[in-house]
């Protein structure tokens, strides 16, 4: 079974800076584009960084210059890297991507769990 397992959330001061990835584990054929969305208590689920299958990168204008979104094609993982950070980018943080699992089939939508990131001092 195919899944999209995040790490790298936690609690960390204002100005402060983590790091997320989004490792797919299981048989898949390819990926195409990759995402992160967050979720903050009592909001919406909202886009964060999107990058596309060549490599484009696209962000949402409250993170832009602050957020980095990369990936390794080779290890199958997305990454969001969060530097000065502010305590309105406390949200559940979750990672997308459209999947194929073999040749025949087109391509899904999977997400990950979710992973906490609080910033407070």
């Known amino acids: 079974q195919v899944q999209l397992v995040e790490s790298g959330g936690g609690l960390v001061q204002p100005g402060g800076s983590l790091r997320l990835s989004c490792a797919v584990s299981?048989?898949?054929?390819?990926?195409?584009?990759m995402g992160w969305y967050r979720q903050a208590p009592g909001k919406q689920r909202e886009w964060v960084a999107r990058?596309?299958?060549?490599?484009?990168?696209n962000y949402a204008d409250s993170v832009k210059g602050r957020f980095t979104i990369s990936r390794d094609t080779v290890k199958k993982t997305v990454y969001l890297q969060l530097n000065s950070l502010e305590p309105e980018d406390t949200a559940v943080y979750f990672c997308?991507?459209?999947?194929?699992?073999?040749?025949?089939?087109?391509?899904?939508?999977?997400w990950g769990q979710g992973t906490q990131v609080t910033v407070s001092s």
């Open positions: 990058i596309t299958r060549d490599g484009d990168t």
């Open positions: 299981g048989s898949i054929y390819s990926i195409n584009a």
């Open positions: 997308n991507m459209g999947v194929r699992l073999s040749l025949t089939r087109g391509y899904d939508d999977y």
